[in-house]
């Protein structure tokens, strides 16, 4: 100890060095484990020049890196405590159970142990797949964690060996406090936002169990790619589930689809009748609260020549609000934009999930103006049944649509080979039969744009890099929320 006031507890060993060594690496998690989660201060710091720099679309990632940090040090802050009380008791100066149990630091520390246990196994992904409202409200319980870590140093844990002696007291609180300030601010604007009136405007029933619902909120702006926050009141006052705005900016309304797969989307479907045999519509419609909206990469796809949207499974509804929107702009003739080709793949088992998506993408087929502009690569990945593969040797024979999705685009299947597909692409543009009219000795800049399995993602992050060149570039973005 270089304070010679707390030399005396050089007696108890290095164990106090490591313990008070890891405190300190606790206080500095515990001071930016919030600010990941603020996610309306993120919102507003992504459209500064600090985008370019820290890369806030990692914001979950990053909260995860401090969680596993502060479990790590956890263990070596606890593992450090417990040999310093044995040592304690040793040494005649006080009782281990007495430090454990009846003071301030042993009690909340105790706490927080048993706080972090809830925790950590809820947020296992498995966990959260199946009761998603089990992860939600055991990660509440942060509030009472921060608490506990806020008061984690009162009481005269350690004292000088002065006479009198003084209370040393451990001052974490000074740097950790500010994180719960900021966070605070942030809930207190999430309130104010979400209790402007939102009414809902029409209920869609779509096939296999997916609802379109759309709304109205004068207070509500966003952009193509973003998502929301949802919340009902009737089903749960605290629960607040993301979803992606499937509209357009310059639609009369707001919209979400909402696939029936757990509690609260069943629950839902059944407030909005769904479920209702007579298809008859509820009197009162649910109250609706929405927070949002927030960004996502998908916002810079203008930004790029060449945009590759790539949606796997559910990951394709990001995709409806961009499609939509980019339809807008080629009607808008006046507007400036980048963005000359769109390559839309659509990886699934199969489009029977995703009829309202289907009926969408054919809408938008018909309606291109500009030929080439926008082009879709349907991929299934499911075996067919017997009796699906001779409907399509029958109506593909002569016809002009795909059987399946009756869009003019065919139908790949099995899995798409990226790597190949971006070097054809790579080529394409090199030879100038891609972008006729540009300048070859231009830079080219390709956005791939991907929401779906991370296991995918990966692979993907390692075929673009792979395709770059001098003359052409290839961004690689991956949609979280």
Not at 373 to 390: A, M, V
Request: aromatic letters at 14%; glycine letters at 6%.
């Amino acid at each position: 100890m270089d304070d010679p006031e707390l030399a005396h507890l050089t007696k108890i060993g290095l164990s106090v060095t490591v313990s008070r060594g890891a405190g300190l690496c606790l206080a500095y998690d515990g001071a930016i484990i919030l600010l990941p989660v603020c996610r309306n201060i993120i919102k507003y710091l992504r459209l500064t020049f600090l985008n370019n720099v820290i890369p806030f679309d990692e914001n979950l990632w990053f909260h995860r890196q401090c969680a596993y940090s502060m479990l790590f040090w956890t263990l070596v802050h606890t593992f450090a405590h417990y040999i310093n009380f044995i040592r304690v008791e040793e040494l005649g100066l006080s009782p281990a159970w007495a430090v454990h149990y009846k003071h301030p630091a042993g009690v909340t520390g105790h706490f927080m142990l048993l706080i972090m246990v809830l925790m950590y196994t809820s947020a296992h992904r498995s966990v959260r797949q199946q009761s998603f409202e089990t992860f939600w409200y055991t990660h509440h319980l942060a509030f009472f964690f921060m608490l506990a870590l806020y008061t984690h140093a009162t009481g005269c844990f350690v004292a000088t060996n002065t006479v009198p002696k003084r209370c040393k007291g451990y001052f974490s609180w000074e740097w950790t406090i500010w994180g719960g300030i900021i966070y605070f601010f942030e809930r207190v604007l999430r309130e104010i936002r979400s209790r402007q009136t939102t009414q809902i405007t029409k209920v869609i029933y779509h096939p296999s169990k997916a609802i379109e619902i759309q709304f109205q909120k004068p207070s509500f702006k966003y952009k193509a790619g973003q998502y929301l926050f949802l919340n009902v009141p009737e089903i749960s006052s605290f629960q607040w589930h993301p979803f992606t705005i499937t509209s357009a900016p310059d639609d009369s309304f707001v919209s979400v689809h909402v696939r029936q797969v757990g509690d609260f989307t069943n629950k839902l479907g059944e407030l909005l009748g769904c479920y209702n045999e007579k298809g008859a519509i509820p009197k009162d419609l649910p109250l609706l609260r929405i927070d949002g909206a927030f960004g996502t990469p998908a916002e810079d796809v203008f930004k790029n020549e060449i945009a590759v949207l790539i949606g796997c499974g559910i990951g394709v509804t990001p995709f409806a609000s961009i499609l939509k929107n980019i339809w807008y702009q080629q009607q808008n003739k006046g507007h400036q934009s980048k963005l000359r080709r769109v390559e839309f793949f659509w990886i699934c088992r199969d489009t029977g999930s995703f009829e309202w998506f289907q009926s969408l993408l054919k809408s938008l087929e018909d309606k291109q103006i500009e030929e080439g502009f926008l082009k879709f690569h349907i991929y299934l990945t499911s075996k067919l049944r017997e009796s699906t593969i001779q409907n399509i040797i029958i109506n593909d024979v002569s016809g002009s649509y795909d059987p399946l999705t009756d869009l003019e685009s065919r139908t790949h299947y099995g899995r798409p080979n990226f790597s190949y597909i971006f070097s054809q692409l790579k080529k394409a543009i090199e030879t100038g039969r891609y972008l006729p009219g540009k300048e070859r000795d231009l830079e080219t800049n390709v956005g791939v744009y991907y929401c779906g399995p991370a296991a995918l993602a990966k692979n993907l992050k390692v075929d673009t890099k792979k395709s770059n060149s001098n003359g052409i570039k290839f961004h690689f973005h991956k949609e979280h929320f």
